[in-house]
């Protein structure tokens, strides 16, 4: 299939806008696109895509006390941290 085509079907398959699609279809120089080759460049762009950007060390049990207050989640699952 051409490109054209493959990144309509990028679209339809995978619900992506079209920016991102021609964006993952780019990461090849195949002229020739099949559909297995669509799927191994999404897959290979949404494993990628998931890696953090920023380590979060430490710090988060104090959060506790602030979603506590604000009633942002059910108290069965704060426990007596934060307190």
């Not at 021609?22 to 890696?51: A, C, P, W």
């Amino acid at each position: 299939m051409n490109r054209d085509v493959a990144i309509q079907k990028l679209q339809d398959d995978f619900y992506l806008n079209r920016i991102l699609a021609f964006g993952i279809l780019h990461r090849t120089k195949k002229r020739s696109i099949t559909n297995s080759d669509l799927e191994k460049l999404f897959l290979n762009y949404m494993q990628q895509k998931v890696q953090p950007f920023v380590k979060w060390v430490g710090g988060k049990r104090q959060l506790l006390k602030q979603f506590r207050e604000q009633n942002l989640f059910s108290k069965k699952y704060y426990f007596n941290y934060g307190k």
